[in-house]
């Protein structure tokens, strides 16, 4: 117990500020580690202001029809779904291709207590996650709807037991998916198509049968719950705990995640040296040429930057949280027309909401995609290598720039063609569209990229740290949000919002010109 | 040529990592860096490669400043590190391939030189490998082609030897003997002073920051081994 005590402490010093504040060696050293914790604070704070903010437009929509309660289950199980497939992508980095496994093999600490310390490490990430969504939620809920002491009990006794059964879960599902992946040349492209097939399994068998159609619009409410608990089976003892105090589905919520754990542990101690072993082999290439190119710089760079992100499915997958929402939506406006959508949802002006502002809701996903807010961080220790080499550090922003830039932009402009199709909008609302999504498309890439400019972290032990819990990508997707959600709600003119994209996008490249340059020297 | 002027460098502002350094290596030189671990050899070695800012003075590469003429001065360099970490991500050769094309390297050239280097440091058959199954000579090795495929004037490395089996370290000691004969200018830090010894002409000794030594060495190993030279110089500084 001391030893995996002693493992989680020295853990959370890389993740608590409060670390540093204390050990900082000057005053001022002090006085800038307590600015960084307060900031970090403020972000989260604004972050969770956006959820309380959603949270209470939903809440007031769902009151009028008397169905107030599906608010708490769609954002328990929305926060448990995220929490679970994010998690999936984590586990190969985490447990098993961690630069830490060597060290902690060698010590004396048994298995069983170096998996638990991984796992309770997950653990705390998730569940500062599910503070975040869940504590806003309450506060929305409870200032709408009267509710009783008990409530406010249950209500924080299950914010900690949530994260647990989706943490468990994936790390079963991703120790099984690294487990069969290592028979494979081409490991981490293997864990990407199987990890996005069983998302989309996933989400094909809990939709598939949905009763969610016009006759049953009566009972709505139910409806909602049905589906939710199909995508998330336990949202319905979540919500019979909470408004029914039932004690039975407490007890599930306290024996599952125990016999999960205990699951975990016995398939994860059988297979751990198996998998930590097959990583370690070396894969020789049969018959191998030598070939080279005749790339420029600018290239050679991209392509080292592109290569870096599909080396790494969690890097996709966690930097790209708004592409994955787009082509969800995109799929359900194509199956589904936006008429039933409206009709289905009761949301009247969905119909004409997509018409005017598509390029703005486009835009509000492309802001929540970002690769360039960890790619500074993601040098790490081999940050030497980019800093020597005769290259102008603005052709190495640019390289990191142009991937984000592309990779949001191309999603985005087919998105808007079909929009365009759907709703015969014409060639000049095309055009307009196509300039405000790269415009988005160019801003969110530059944003990030200063934004880890500013706060970088290179002693990363896994790059987990900074790909999911760094400030620069907390940071850089709450501005997103905030700047998406600005020009949604503000009616502004296209071309207006336009000259608007153009001039911050100005601002932002002659402050990486002048200011970036800079801070990259410092690092 | 390699040029430090002046060179300080201090780290939170309350700590001389180096302190007021002179030191000027010519065409041809093989330059050893020697002194205690945190003495300020790393240091100075990032500063030389253009990987850390420093607060005074200045360093010349082919008369070029890095500080105010960055890109032309990293040009002429080559810079391995004590420690090399390469992108994990790529293959060997991938990785060799990225580093020419930084340095505009004609592609026949490159070619003929990494398949020379190759060769010579025995890993043209693990070069289509990803480097996150080298071992750390391999990796070693690929750092030592990358830097050696763009012909460099100026070589810079940090403990070079550590890692690398013996024949290769032979391989290494000959080539950077033959690049010294083509006018290149080599410094390397190390601590093996049997390879200082046997391959430089000039030694520069560091402790604490501060130059204590510098000249030819044959100077300082007249009648007796670097490491007992090293020893006295050391005690000098000390009493």
């Known amino acids: 117990m001391n030893k995996l005590f002693k493992l989680l402490s020295l853990n959370m010093r890389d993740y608590l500020n409060f670390y540093k504040i204390l050990n900082a060696p000057s005053f001022s050293s002090k006085c800038q580690e307590l600015f960084k914790f307060i900031f970090i604070i403020l972000v989260y704070c604004i972050f969770g202001f956006f959820i309380y903010m959603f949270a209470k437009l939903l809440l007031e929509t769902l009151i009028t029809l008397k169905i107030e309660y599906v608010c708490l289950g769609i954002f328990f199980a929305l926060s448990n779904i995220i929490i679970l497939i994010s998690s999936c992508f984590l586990i190969d980095g985490l447990f098993y291709n961690s630069k830490d496994y060597d060290i902690l093999n060698s010590l004396p600490i048994s298995k069983n207590i170096i998996i638990t310390s991984k796992m309770l490490n997950l653990y705390f990430s998730n569940l500062l996650f599910t503070i975040l969504i869940m504590v806003p939620v309450l506060i929305a809920y409870t200032s709408l709807v009267s509710v009783n002491i008990s409530f406010y009990i249950l209500y924080i006794i299950t914010i900690f037991i949530i994260p647990l059964i989706p943490t468990i879960i994936s790390i079963i599902i991703g120790s099984l998916i690294t487990f069969i992946s290592t028979r494979f040349q081409a490991k981490k492209l293997f864990q990407f198509i199987i990890m996005s097939i069983s998302i989309v399994i996933y989400f094909y068998f809990s939709f598939k049968n949905s009763s969610l159609n016009e006759i049953q619009l009566a009972e709505l409410g139910q409806s909602f719950l049905n589906m939710f608990n199909k995508i998330y089976p336990l949202t319905n003892n979540y919500l019979d705990l909470l408004l029914n105090h039932n004690l039975k589905s407490l007890l599930i919520f306290i024996i599952l995640p125990i016999i999960l754990y205990i699951i975990t542990t016995v398939i994860i101690s059988s297979i751990y040296k198996n998998i930590i072993s097959k990583i370690g082999e070396r894969k020789k290439h049969k018959n191998y040429t030598l070939k080279v190119t005749n790339n420029k710089q600018f290239i050679s760079l991209f392509k080292k930057e592109l290569k870096r992100l599909l080396s790494s499915p969690m890097y996709i997958f966690n930097s790209l949280y708004g592409l994955i929402l787009l082509i969800l939506g995109i799929v359900i406006i194509l199956f589904m027309s936006p008429e039933k959508i409206a009709t289905l949802t009761g949301f009247t002006e969905f119909v004409n909401l997509i018409k005017d502002k598509n390029a703005l809701l486009i835009g509000l996903t492309l802001l929540l995609s970002c690769t360039t807010s960890s790619s500074i961080s993601l040098e790490g220790k081999n940050l030497w290598i980019v800093k020597s080499i005769p290259v102008d550090p603005l052709k190495i922003f640019f390289s990191k720039i142009n991937v984000n830039f592309w990779i949001t932009f191309i999603p985005g402009v087919i998105s808007i063609f079909i929009i365009n199709y759907l709703f015969k909008l014409g060639i000049g609302n095309l055009l307009l569209n196509i300039l405000i999504i790269s415009n988005y498309a160019f801003l969110v890439s530059i944003l990030g990229l200063i934004i880890n400019l500013h706060f970088p972290y290179f002693d990363w032990k896994n790059e987990v740290r900074v790909i999911k819990q760094s400030l620069a990508v907390f940071l850089s997707l709450t501005c997103g949000l905030a700047i998406g959600l600005v020009f949604l709600l503000c009616n502004l003119k296209l071309e207006l919002i336009i000259i608007i994209l153009l001039f911050i996008n100005i601002i932002l490249f002659l402050y990486l010109k002048y200011v970036g340059v800079k801070l990259w020297s410092k690092l | ?239």
């Open chain 2, 1 to 239: 040529m390699l040029k430090i002027v002046n060179f300080t460098k201090k780290y939170n502002k309350n700590f001389t990592a180096v302190d007021n350094l002179n030191l000027e290596i010519n065409d041809g030189d093989i330059y050893a860096f020697v002194g205690h671990n945190g003495a300020g050899k790393t240091t100075t070695i990032k500063a030389i490669a253009g990987i850390i800012n420093f607060d005074e003075g200045d360093i010349f590469i082919n008369n070029k400043s890095i500080k105010h003429d960055a890109l032309k001065a990293k040009m002429d360099l080559a810079y391995i590190p004590d420690n090399p970490d390469l992108y994990e991500h790529l293959k060997g050769i991938d990785y060799i391939d990225f580093i020419a094309s930084m340095y505009n390297v004609d592609v026949n050239r490159k070619k003929e030189l990494i398949e020379k280097y190759a060769d010579m440091f025995e890993i043209k058959e693990n070069l289509g490998d990803e480097i996150s199954s080298y071992s750390h000579g391999m990796r070693q090795k690929i750092a030592l082609i990358a830097a050696l495929v763009h012909e460099p004037k100026v070589l810079i490395l940090d403990e070079p030897f550590v890692g690398l089996d013996p024949v290769c370290t032979h391989h290494l000691k000959e080539e950077m003997h033959r690049l010294a004969q083509n006018g290149c200018t080599i410094f390397f830090s190390t601590h093996v002073l049997d390879v200082a010894e046997k391959l430089c002409n000039k030694i520069a000794i560091i402790k604490k920051g501060k130059l204590i030594y510098q000249g030819l060495m044959e100077e300082v190993t007249k009648n007796k081994s670097l490491e007992e030279s090293f020893m006295e110089i050391e005690n000098e500084q000390t009493i």
